[in-house]
């Protein structure tokens, strides 16, 4: 249990006696056969009929399903076999066990409002108030304390390794949990900040709805952000809708309110999309899902979706899905979405290559509490198109009937009476097309593309692009009237945001569409390439090259050993770090649009360049090693007229000294080992190359 008063408790126990009661009318399996299940499906719950049902994906048919005797509505939650129904009133959990068509666990959480996140063998159930406890899908049993973070807390994700993200709104940060312990948190915002995480192609991205930005982490824990146009600051409370997660790298955001503004985020490129949806009630739009290319939308005032294909752009198609305006769940699972109309019986289900099945929930010729498997084989269809644009409204002209006066066949006579002249018919005044719809403005490095559906009703001659942010140059001049519907923007800076609007040109004047939201004429930078480090004395040497994409106004953020968060250029010399050790470095690009997520890395090793050189000056007495930097003591002696070989391993500065035989004087002292003893010769005493300074390279300063 989350919450832990005692009158709590009580009512939650009744609650729950009575609820256990309830969940034995989803049936006790089957006694006379094992009903089986499709691989690749999905359960779907149905309001209106109490049940919730199996449907086979690759057919659309029902192969099994549950009744449920209440009114309480449902929330399905599934991954895998895992599958679990979640009354979010009273935060009462049932687990169902497919292969028996029956409830396995019941667990009552006493959290109205609970967060049950699952995903393979992990699972956490999520008190918005603050207590995240992991649990076992398996048996929904609790695994381990639970933790306790600052409220409220947003919904909750798991990554592709089974990590949770926590959105804590109260810090502006996202809590990392692994095994019920939480890691260091990803700061993404300042407080009170409206926080969305989406698990994309299993890694974590956060949406800052105020700061218009997406935090992206890596694969290797590196954290990148790219900036999303300033509009989207402007969503209802709330902040963005952002699914749960996706199946690949493309993110669709929908800001909420009355713009119906579209952004789709592509975290493999780093390129942001944006175009607006011309409904209506932008309000009545629901969270966007994406399968392949293709946004699916759930609107409630037609109970059906908005499909818009962000590779192609060009104008949204609809495809209903409720027999009226209501709610539809929209999800996708196993590579394909489902819509799905909880009040109703209708549902669909659409795979990657645009093959829809419409599902029949009502269906009940199926295994279930009281039937036994009736096999069924469905021939797989052939491709339909998902997409159903409205048919253009056809003005038929009247049917013209026979003059109904005789016709004479005789010569008429002669007539004095001036001939008519028949009086010409006027050219009719050509029609005004529509404004050119669905403008869709795509970032990408150095240029931005521009796609846009046509004017429809008149004739156009030609359109054109006006662009509003600052100067660039936009290729082609024009497009003609039957296409291609697309220009490209160059030449802008990155620190500017631009909008576009498509101007159609016609014989009577100009119509033009609704600007774009704005974007930016480049995207957030790669990792930089070949980052190496060459060792120096006391430094190193950094040396890269620019990332492949991104390039325009990148600066470099130098982490590690040595730090700067403004390098311009593709090299640095790092100075100031100790000799004989070792010293890593992490280097991330950023631009305008953003900073990478992932970070080259390169390390360099100052172990002392030992040189071998022989001792100089001892022809008139004994040189003495000494063992320090000074001409005190004696750790070993090299006889008098003796030359031999010293490995000197670093200079240090020390006590000047003044050699008698020659007059040459130094402060520079070498730290050697020799057969004659282990310590320090002045300088003078040691044939090292002349080529003055400190230390004499290729040598390097002793540090320890």
């Known amino acids: 249990m989350l919450r832990g008063d005692r009158v709590t408790a009580v009512i939650a126990g009744v609650v729950a006696a009575i609820l256990v009661a309830v969940a034995a009318v989803f049936g006790v399996g089957v006694s006379s056969a094992n009903p089986k299940l499709a691989d690749v499906g999905a359960w779907l719950w149905t309001q209106a009929r109490g049940k919730i ?18 009114a309480t509505r449902l929330r399905v939650v599934q991954d895998g076999s895992n599958v679990l129904l979640v009354d979010d009133g009273s935060g009462y959990v049932s687990r169902i066990e497919p292969s028996q068509l029956s409830v396995a666990q019941t667990r009552d959480f006493g959290t109205a409002g609970l967060q049950l996140v699952v995903s393979g063998a992990a699972g956490y159930a999520v008190d918005p108030a603050g207590k995240v406890q992991q649990i076992d899908p398996a048996t929904l049993n609790s695994v381990g304390a639970s933790l306790s973070l600052p ?5 909750a994700r798991i990554d592709g390794g089974g990590r949770l993200w926590v959105p804590v709104t109260a810090k502006g940060e996202v809590v990392p949990v692994t095994e019920g312990v939480a890691a260091t948190p990803v700061k993404v915002g300042e407080p009170g900040e409206e926080l969305a995480v989406t698990i994309a192609g299993g890694l974590p991205m956060i949406v800052n709805t105020r700061a218009a930005t997406a935090t992206i982490v890596g694969a290797d824990g590196g954290v990148g952000e790219i900036t999303l146009p300033k509009e989207v600051a402007q969503a209802a409370k709330g902040g963005l809708l952002a699914p749960a997660s996706t199946e690949g790298s493309l993110v669709p955001l929908l800001t909420p309110g009355d713009s119906g503004l579209l952004v789709v985020v592509d975290t493999a490129s780093n390129s942001v999309l944006n175009t607006r949806f011309a409904v209506k009630d932008p309000a009545a739009l629901g969270v966007p899902q994406v399968l392949g290319s293709k946004v699916y939308v759930p609107d409630r005032s037609t109970g059906g979706l908005i499909v818009w294909d962000s590779a192609a752009g060009g104008q949204p198609t609809t495809l209903q899905v409720a027999q009226g305006p209501g709610q539809v769940d929209v999800f996708v699972k196993d590579g394909l979405l489902w819509a799905n109309d909880e009040d109703g019986d209708k549902a669909v289900v659409i795979d990657t290559e645009g093959r829809k099945h419409d599902v029949d929930k009502d269906d009940s010729d199926v295994p279930g509490p009281t039937n ?11 491709p339909t198109n998902t997409d159903t644009r409205p048919e253009p409204t056809r003005t038929v002209e009247p049917t013209r009937t026979a003059d109904p006066r005789p016709t004479r066949t005789d010569d008429p006579e002669p007539s004095n009476k001036p001939t008519k002249t028949p009086r010409q018919t006027p050219t009719p005044t050509p029609s005004a097309p529509t404004k050119p719809g669905a403008v869709s403005a795509r970032s990408g490095p150095g240029h931005v593309s521009v796609n846009f559906s046509p004017s429809s009703g008149g004739k156009v001659d030609r359109y054109t692009l006006k662009v509003s942010g600052g100067d660039g140059r936009t290729t082609p001049q024009s497009v003609d009237g039957d296409g291609p519907f697309q220009f490209e923007f160059s030449g802008g800076s990155c620190g500017s945001e631009y909008t576009f609007t498509v101007v159609a040109h016609w014989s009577g004047g100009e119509v033009e569409s609704e600007p774009s939201a704005g974007v930016k004429p480049c995207v ?5 390439a070949n980052f190496t480090a060459k060792p120096k004395n006391r430094g190193a040497e950094l040396t890269w090259d620019a990332p492949e994409n991104g390039a325009e106004g990148v600066t470099y953020v130098l982490s590690g050993a040595a730090t700067n968060d403004g390098i311009k250029g593709t090299s640095f010399t790092a100075e100031g770090l100790k000799n004989n050790q070792k010293h890593a470095f992490t280097l991330k690009a950023k631009n305008d649009a953003g900073e990478s997520q992932d970070a080259a890395t390169t390390d360099v090793d100052l172990a002392y360049p030992k040189q071998q050189y022989q001792n100089a000056s001892n022809d008139d007495t004994n040189t003495l090693i000494r063992p320090g930097p000074s001409a005190n003591g004696e750790a070993g002696r090299i006889t008098k007229g003796q030359y031999i070989t010293l490995t000197v391993i670093c200079q240090v500065k020390g006590a000047a000294y003044t050699d008698t035989s020659t007059g040459k004087s130094s402060d520079i002292w070498n730290r050697i080992e020799s057969s004659a003893g282990n310590g320090y010769l002045n300088d003078t005493l040691v044939a090292t190359p002349d080529g003055g300074g400190f230390p004499e390279a290729p040598l390097f300063e002793c540090t320890d």
């Open 151 to 155: 409220g409220p807390l947003g919904s």
């Open 524 to 528: 957030a930078p790669g990792k930089p």
């Open 372 to 382: 036994t498997p009736k096999p069924k084989q469905t021939p797989r269809p052939e």
């Open 53 to 70: 049902v199996h449907v086979n994906g690759l057919s659309g048919e029902v192969d099994g399903y549950l009744n449920k005797k209440s």
